[in-house]
């Protein structure tokens, strides 16, 4: 081969591949309906949130989550819940009372009426966006501690609480989920911080519209024996959310093996959004095919018989 042609052949080949980097091909959809949220691929599609969904529904994504669904138009919101119905893909979770969700002393647990019933005023409130964009869940945080109120009773006020809710969120078929938020890295005075102490407060509310959301990131910083823990609760467990430790990013970015925990989330018979909640440990284009890619492979488990 001459020189010349050797030299041609091979800037081809570099501008093949920088092309394949740059327009990644259309992939299978995975076996778990995982569930990116806005901004995380506006590299690859800097139109907007219709462009992401679209792109990620190519890349075989079969699930899409967007906690600032509260604050956008609605005629916005009806165009994201049918561009991701168009797809074929699931809606997953729009936030519900972040206003309440973060005071201190909490709205749930300091048993002031005023504070109750602000905070079930955002839950009437989610259920028109909720049926605007086709979504039968949404996040929800019990709150902050009340540092002047014995722990027995602030369990007794987000009890009453979330029972009232349930009443307005059950004849519509919606449901509200509560993580255990980590209080070592993230949420210091956080109520309800570990999965069995969550756990225990779904059985105390015993109703369809409230469960527990089960965050892989979370639940690995406050306790660890992840797959353990999910089966203890699987009953209550009512949305699933990944993100590595430390550094909240892409599975396989830290210590946490996610092909076993998603073979075990996909053999327990979960089948709702696995919402990837979490960061981007490289950046631009080249960042978001690592973020497919490591979905990918924690995807790629051997199906066996389901538990």
């Not at 920088?18 to 995380?40: D, F, I, S, V």
Request: charged residues 25%.
């Amino acid at each position: 081969m001459e020189r010349r042609e050797f030299l041609l052949g091979t800037a081809a080949a570099l501008a093949a591949s920088r092309t394949a980097l740059a327009a990644p091909a259309k992939r299978t959809t995975m076996k778990l309906k995982y569930g990116p949220h806005p901004g995380m691929f506006k590299a690859h599609a800097p139109g907007g949130v219709l462009d992401e969904i679209k792109f990620c529904a190519d890349q075989g994504f079969r699930g899409w989550e967007d906690n600032g669904m509260k604050g956008r138009p609605p005629e916005e919101q009806e165009k994201i819940g049918k561009e991701v119905a168009k797809h074929g893909m699931e809606m997953g979770i729009i936030l519900m009372n972040r206003e309440t969700g973060f005071r201190t002393p909490g709205a749930l647990t300091s048993g002031k009426a005023e504070d109750r019933d602000a905070f079930l005023k955002e839950v009437r409130d989610i259920v028109d966006i909720a049926k605007r964009v086709n979504t039968k869940v949404m996040t929800s945080l019990v709150g902050n501690i009340d540092p002047k109120l014995p722990l027995g009773y602030q369990f007794a006020n987000v009890t009453d609480c979330l029972r009232r809710a349930s009443d307005i969120l059950e004849p519509h078929g919606l449901v509200m989920v509560f993580e255990p938020l980590n209080i070592y890295e993230n949420h210091p005075g956080f109520f309800v911080h570990t999965n069995p102490e969550m756990y225990a407060l779904m059985k105390a509310v015993r109703s369809p519209s409230c469960k527990l959301l089960y965050d892989f990131y979370h639940s690995q910083i406050s306790e660890g024996h992840l797959l353990y823990n999910f089966d203890r609760c699987f009953d209550e467990i009512g949305y699933v959310q990944t993100g590595d430790v430390p550094g909240r990013k892409e599975p396989g970015t830290g210590e946490t093996n996610y092909r076993n925990c998603m073979q075990r989330v996909f053999e327990k018979g979960y089948t709702g959004v696995v919402g990837m909640e979490h960061g981007m440990a490289g950046q631009g284009k080249a960042g978001e095919m690592a973020v497919i890619q490591a979905y990918r492979d924690a995807d790629n488990f051997p199906v066996t018989k389901k538990t």
